[in-house]
Nanobody, 125 residues
Framework: QVQLLESGGGLVQAGGSLRLSCAASGRTFSSYNMGWFRQAPGKEREFVAAIRGNSLRTDYADSVKGRFTISRDNAKNTVYLQMNSLKPEDTAVYYC??????????????????WGQGTQVTVSS
């Protein structure tokens, strides 16, 4: 079992930056692929970014490529999402998730096994 706790959300003006963190419990964190997802009111949860356990591969949604960067520190059991050049359409609750399959990176939220409670990101225009 893995418990995930996100932090770092908040209110920011368009063009600004935020860094989200997701702290994980457990000794097997480095073996999990990790993902970030987001869900805006009235919309389905959507993929944002994912990273392999060894950090050798990352994947991004087209809407955030070039603006967001996912990274992880396995010594600290933490995954990060650096968000730059934020836009109002980035407003959502952001969730981190863990995939224990050790397969290729996935963008389908149903493929992930463990979820955090989410952190709100609001971007004002």
């Amino acid at each position: 079992q893995v418990q995930l706790l996100e932090s770092g959300g908040g209110l920011v003006q368009a063009g600004g930056s935020l860094r989200l963190s997701c702290a994980a419990s457990g000794r097997t964190f480095s073996s999990y692929n990790m993902g970030w997802f987001r869900q805006a009111p009235g919309k389905e949860r959507e993929f944002v970014a994912a990273i392999r356990g060894n950090s050798l591969r990352t994947d991004y949604a087209d809407s955030v490529k070039g603006r967001f960067t996912i990274s992880r520190d396995n010594a600290k059991n933490t995954v990060y999402l650096q968000m730059n050049s934020l836009k109002p359409e980035d407003t959502a609750v952001y969730y981190c998730a863990a995939d224990r399959s050790m397969l290729s990176l996935r963008s389908d939220p149903h493929e992930y096994d463990f979820w955090g409670q989410g952190t709100q990101v609001t971007v004002s225009s």
